[in-house]
């Protein structure tokens, strides 16, 4: 099996039958012509497979992506969306029947956190979220009518884990589905459906993109199962257009070298501040402290580029400190090429009540950082001197 560089650089991607063109075509139609009548239904049974019809519904230049996407997640398929929400909550309604229970872990991400707290319980589903690093939680919560187990790992922003196969192992002994969002750790660091996963689900917007400059979201599983997704898709519309595709496809290209600069940079500035006086802890599965560090060595190819650190001090210094950085900028989001921090209680982490983040470990004086492809010695120059400031 070709590696990781090998993949981003040609999977999915032969030059263009028609033309030769060594790059991906963007074909920016919303709708397919057809020469003969009899075509049209085979296009619409099988869409994508056996031609195009309409791009809500498949589109050649977004299917060259679900394709690598599912070469990367070692799915059987992909389905492109326009957010990493519109994957996310597609994706949930796709399996979701009257009655189901959802048991999630309490460490989602914002979204996600109001769609299963707030929002699905106001439809009448019932849902259950979990402390997320006390599996017998998870075991716990387990009923005859959960129909779907939802987890993140490594989660936003604490850098909790999850053990994957475990959970896939707990889901399926109640006929349940295990979803993974894969977004943190990208599919060159982690790959659930190996794990045992059912549906691993991405912010595009992020790693697989790298680059901050534009939103997509993409769910990859068995045939089967990205099928039932993509029917869900035609409904709620949420579909990728094949302009962002082609820039993701492009994206890709370097996402292996990227992805691996990200896991060494993220290292060595974990590194440099779980020695900082100024610093109190440190969240990064890499390191041989964090408490779920041989889980992280099981279950990760790599730690990932995503770290966050609790400074010593109030909300105004972890300010001070995110508004004196100068390589870095002070930015929500993560995962592109430049580095970010961020506090999350004041901008990824608003849906949560003060106490609900107090309860997941999120105090006012944490700082998450998106590791970019920078120069470390740079970066640590740079936190260094933010640090000082404080
Ligand atoms: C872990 C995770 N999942 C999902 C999302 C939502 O993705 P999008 O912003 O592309 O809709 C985000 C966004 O930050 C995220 O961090």
């Known amino acids: 099996m070709p590696g990781d560089s090998t993949k981003s650089v040609h999977e999915a991607e032969p030059f263009d039958e028609h033309t030769g063109s060594l790059t991906t075509p963007i074909y920016e139609t919303s709708t397919f012509g057809f020469s003969k009548a009899e075509d049209v239904p085979i ?13 809500r519904w498949d589109n050649p230049t977004v299917n060259r992506l679900e394709k690598k996407l599912a070469a990367f997640e070692r799915g059987g398929d992909g389905a492109g969306f ?29 979204g996600t956190y109001g769609l299963l707290h707030d929002l699905l319980p106001e439809l009448g589903f019932s849902t259950d979220l979990v402390d997320t690093t006390d599996f017998g939680a998870l075991e716990r919560g387990v009923r005859k009518s959960t129909g779907i187990v939802y987890i993140e790992s490594p989660t936003n922003p604490t850098m909790k884990l999850v053990d994957i196969a475990k959970a896939a192992k707990l889901a399926h002994a109640n006929d349940a589905l295990l979803l993974v969002d894969n977004t943190f750790a990208s599919p060159i660091n982690q790959t659930p459906l190996e794990l045992g996963a059912d549906v691993v689900l991405h912010s595009v917007t992020k790693y697989l993109n790298g680059h901050a400059d534009l939103i997509a979201g993409a769910a990859v599983a068995s045939q089967a199962r990205a099928h039932k997704i993509k029917m869900m898709r035609r409904e709620f ?82 300010m001070k400190f995110t508004e004196s950085v100068k390589v870095a900028t002070l930015a929500a989001s993560l995962g592109g090429v430049e580095t970010l921090v961020s506090q999350p209680y004041n901008m ?40 000082a400031a404080v």
Not at 46 to 55: F, H, L, P, R
Not at 94 to 106: C, D, N, R
Not at 282 to 309: C, E, N, T
């Open 82 to 110: 326009s957010s990493g929400m519109a994957a996310i909550t597609t994706s949930i309604f796709a399996f979701l029947k009257k009655g189901t229970h959802i048991l999630a872990i309490k460490d989602l991400y914002g």
């Open 348 to 387: 990824t982490h608003t849906q949560m009540s003060a106490k609900e983040r107090a309860s997941t470990g999120i105090p006012e004086t944490l700082v998450r950082v998106s590791v970019g492809i920078e120069d470390v010695d740079d970066l640590i120059e740079d936190f260094r001197r933010a640090l």
């Open 237 to 318: 519309g949420g579909t990728l257009d094949p302009l962002p595709a082609w820039l993701i496809l492009r994206g890709m290209k370097t996402m292996a070298i990227r992805v691996r600069q990200q896991n060494a940079n993220a290292m060595a500035l974990a590194e440099f501040l779980s020695t900082h006086k100024k610093v109190a802890t440190v969240h990064y599965p890499g390191l041989k402290d964090h408490p779920q560090h041989q889980l992280a060595r099981k279950q990760m190819k790599g730690f990932g580029g995503m770290l966050s650190f609790e400074l010593k001090g109030t909300t105004r210094d972890a």
């Open 43 to 55: 296009a619409v049974a099988d869409s994508g497979a056996k031609g195009y019809t309409y791009s």
